[in-house]
């Protein structure tokens, strides 16, 4: 599998700010990219998703923003909230492809009270 | 309710055996994969299969083993062969090839 690069790998943040995390790929077939968001001892559930046709997705407090050229995406959570603090994974997959997705590593995030 | 049941939710293994983790989908997903999950290392593909009767291994397939008699089952045996089995371990399915994957809830393996 081609590899996803996420960073960071863990982020602190303090409760109502921004929280950023990065992902960068290099397979140019990847065609759709989504946010999974785990809490400890749970599955990873989607949390929101992009194709590269479009530059930007939000969803509530969360929005992907998405740089084609630079093969480049990331997860931006606005009014971050203690509720927020769990491991984020990016992810991606190509169309032709039969083995699924592929996953950055993850960041783990801290919303600090 | 649809989705994806994973058991055991805790799973306690001695070296030397097997043992078989259960993963069952009410989606009517053709897709179905296994992942390993460590600290640090995201999540790595263990196997996966895109129709029954039919499956491909992933990054790090040694020392496991599937099946796929049935569409909404896909067990994943951890063998005696793999040499570091303490991990959470995730089953999800897919409707499509480019599109999202939907997660059970783990089983955590340990040897003891």
């Known amino acids: 599998q081609q590899q996803v690069k996420q960073s960071p790998q863990s982020l602190i943040v303090q409760k109502g700010g921004i929280s950023i995390i990065n992902c960068a790929y290099e397979?140019?077939?990847?065609?759709?990219f989504p946010w999974y968001q785990q809490f400890p001892g749970k599955g990873p559930a989607l949390l929101i998703a992009?194709?590269?046709?479009?530059s930007e997705k939000k969803e509530g407090r969360f929005t992907i923003s998405f740089n084609k050229s630079a093969k480049q995406f990331s997860l931006h959570i606005m009014d971050s909230q203690p509720g927020d603090s769990a491991t984020y994974f990016c992810?991606?997959?190509?169309?032709?492809?039969?083995?699924?997705?592929?996953f950055g590593k993850g960041t783990h995030l801290i919303i600090q009270p | 309710d649809g989705g994806i049941t994973q058991s055991p939710k805790y799973l306690f293994r001695k070296e030397g055996q097997n043992v078989t983790l259960s993963c069952e989908q009410n989606?009517?997903?053709?897709?179905m994969y296994w992942y390993r999950q460590d600290p640090g290392q995201g999540l790595r593909l263990i196997y996966y299969?895109?129709?029954?009767?039919?499956?491909q291994k992933g990054d790090i397939a040694e020392g496991y083993s599937v099946s796929r008699e049935k569409k909404e089952s896909f067990p994943l045996t951890v063998t005696s062969a793999q040499k570091n089995p303490t991990a959470f371990y995730l089953c999800?399915?897919?409707?499509?090839?480019?599109?999202?994957?939907?997660f059970g809830q783990g089983t955590r393996l340990t040897v003891v």
């Open positions: 397979n140019t077939a990847f065609d759709y």
């Open positions: 992810a991606a997959v190509a169309g032709g492809g039969a083995d699924g997705l592929t």
């Open positions: 999800a399915s897919s409707p499509g090839r480019n599109t999202e994957a939907f």
């Open positions: 989606l009517n997903h053709d897709a």
């Open positions: 299969s895109q129709i029954v009767n039919d499956f």
């Open positions: 992009i194709r590269p046709d479009v």
